[in-house]
């Protein structure tokens, strides 16, 4: 069976949307990076050098599977409890989904376990092509070698809610997104909202689950909008709670890199340069250029900073996507990030409008030019 994998992360069902938070132009404090280590507790020092840590559910996996049950969920929380105490001016995220339902996160498992909320999860076809009393899942992603065994609770795999069923909303909502483990504890500022449901299905899962659960392409139709529902109710919920996600995010993709590319400098500018600009009020991700072969060091950082400073408005973060999980990154942060720029004095401009593709912004501190004809870029300290 081949895993079936059709986007990164999960598309937003709101519009970019900021967070409840205080505005800030500090560069030291709009970075952004998605840490996570397979072995054990991330490294609290260099958490505590990015304006946002947002850790993956594979954070600490090495210790969670070995539990009886498997306590991944918990364990996420203490990672971001021990990162806040050290850097209590850090927002700190960590993952959720909202298409599989992960027996390794003990509120999920719990339902699970439940009969009577089996209508919250999709199930495999019978004999006849309707729905059996077991549960599907698949093995793609899931834990298989743990010491002692693995303990799901359940037998483990990646299980789907069923979003048609509209008794689940409420759960998702207190006990699974604003909860105690979540954006409703203390010390958790933001969530990650993994995978989708589109016209072909879930992402990220084994390419025969339509088949294997017996689903029409109406079903399919029915769940993509019943997930639609629920993440647009989600996301309202974490904002209401002065949380944020990063599928709020303009370029909130998992793997995000600059929101442009090189040939679409021109036309990403002069939209951007636009004195009614809907840059200034969204929050905007602008991830490093980076390589596949090494995710974590930019591979041009001046253009980058640069091109971050010319269009940002007061929530905007630039730093690193989806890197891999290992103790061994060590993701690069150059000294410009620690530099006092000061804030914009103006919206950025284009020097000779419409002919020049030269453009320029003033800060207090800074000024900023971005060539999108040579792809010369400068940002010298005043």
């Known amino acids: 069976y081949q895993r079936r994998v059709h986007g990164a992360g999960c598309l937003a069902r709101l519009p970019p949307t900021p967070p409840n938070w205080e505005p800030t132009y500090d560069m030291g404090r709009s970075t ?18 990015f304006g946002i840590a947002d850790f993956d559910w594979s954070n600490a996996r090495k210790q969670w599977t070995a539990q009886k049950p498997m306590d991944c969920e918990e364990r996420l929380v203490t990672q971001a409890v021990m990162t806040k105490k050290a850097a209590p001016n850090t927002h700190v995220w960590v993952y959720r989904n909202l298409v599989k339902a992960l027996p390794w996160f003990s509120s999920v498992r719990a339902k699970l376990m439940d ?10 076809k019978n004999g006849t092509g309707g729905p059996s009393t077991l549960l599907y899942h698949d093995e793609e992603q899931t834990p298989s070698v743990c010491p002692g065994g693995c303990d799901c609770g359940v037998p483990c795999g990646e299980y789907l809610w069923d979003h048609r069923n509209k008794s689940l909303t409420e759960w998702l909502i207190k006990e699974y997104i604003v909860s105690p483990t979540a954006v409703g504890h203390p010390d958790i500022d933001g969530l990650f909202i993994d995978d989708f449901w589109d016209h072909r299905g879930p992402s990220e899962m084994d390419s025969h689950c339509l088949e294997d659960m017996g689903l029409s392409a109406k079903d399919v139709a029915d769940l993509k909008q019943g997930w639609e529902d629920n993440m647009s109710a989600v996301q309202k919920a974490i904002l209401e709670a002065k949380g944020f996600n990063w599928q709020l995010f303009q370029n909130g993709i998992t793997d995000a890199g600059p929101p442009f590319t090189l040939d679409q400098c021109l ?5 951007a340069c636009q004195p009614n600009t809907t840059l200034q009020k969204i929050p905007l991700l602008y ?3 980076v390589t596949k072969q090494d995710r974590s060091h930019p591979t041009n950082f001046e253009r980058d900073l640069a091109a971050f400073m010319l269009v940002r408005g007061p929530f905007a973060w630039i730093g690193y996507a989806w890197a891999w999980c290992s103790r061994d990154l060590q993701y690069g942060r150059p000294a410009a990030l620690e530099v006092d720029y000061g804030h914009p004095l103006e919206i950025c401009h284009e020097t000779d409008p ?3 593709g030269v453009f320029k912004r003033e800060w207090s501190k ?7 004809n040579t792809w010369e870029t400068s940002v010298v300290r005043k």
Do not use: E, Q
């Open 32 to 49: 952004i990076f998605m840490p996570c280590n397979y072995s054990g507790w991330y490294d609290l020092k260099i958490a505590a050098r």
């Open 115 to 124: 009969p009577a909320y089996s209508g919250w999860f999709l199930h495999l």
């Open 267 to 271: 036309g990403y500018m002069r939209s």
């Open 287 to 289: 991830g490093f250029n």
């Open 354 to 356: 419409g002919v020049s």
């Open 366 to 372: 800074a000024s900023v030019t971005v060539d999108c």
